[in-house]
């Protein structure tokens, strides 16, 4: 079993900066890649970013590209995701996600590669 706790939403001008953070516990040991993941009311769940756990290769969303930065502190068991140049449509309860379970078929894109899920952190940018 894995725990994941996220932190670092809150309200946000557009154009302005905010820092999520996501800890893991528990089974550590076995990860494989974390991911970012939003999802706005009433929209399906969006893949923004993600890095693999041995190596720190980085992928990102179209929509966020250029604009967020994933990174990793693996003494720290933590991920984290920087967000700068926040627009309006980022507005999204945003989710850290750990695949420890090999699944290489799938891509690190899709929400089923992953196998624990944190409760969410809700980022709001206005206009």
């Known amino acids: 079993q894995v725990q994941l706790v996220e932190s670092g939403g809150g309200l946000v001008q557009a154009g302005g900066s905010l820092r999520l953070s996501c800890a893991a516990s528990g089974r550590t040991f076995s990860t494989i890649a974390m991911g970012w993941f939003r999802q706005a009311p009433g929209k399906e769940r969006e893949f923004v970013a993600a890095?693999?756990?041995?190596?720190?290769?980085?992928y990102y969303g179209d929509s966020v590209k250029g604009r967020f930065t994933i990174s990793r502190d693996n003494a720290k068991n933590s991920v984290y995701l920087q967000m700068n140049s926040l627009k309006p449509e980022d507005t999204a309860v945003y989710y850290c996600?750990?695949?420890?379970?090999?699944?290489?078929?799938?891509?690190?894109?899709?929400?089923?590669?992953?196998?624990?899920w944190g409760q969410g952190t809700q980022v709001t940018a206005s206009s």
């Open positions: 890095i693999i756990w041995s190596g720190g290769a980085t």
């Open positions: 996600a750990t695949q420890v379970r090999t699944r290489y078929a799938t891509p690190i894109n899709t929400p089923r590669r992953y196998d624990y």
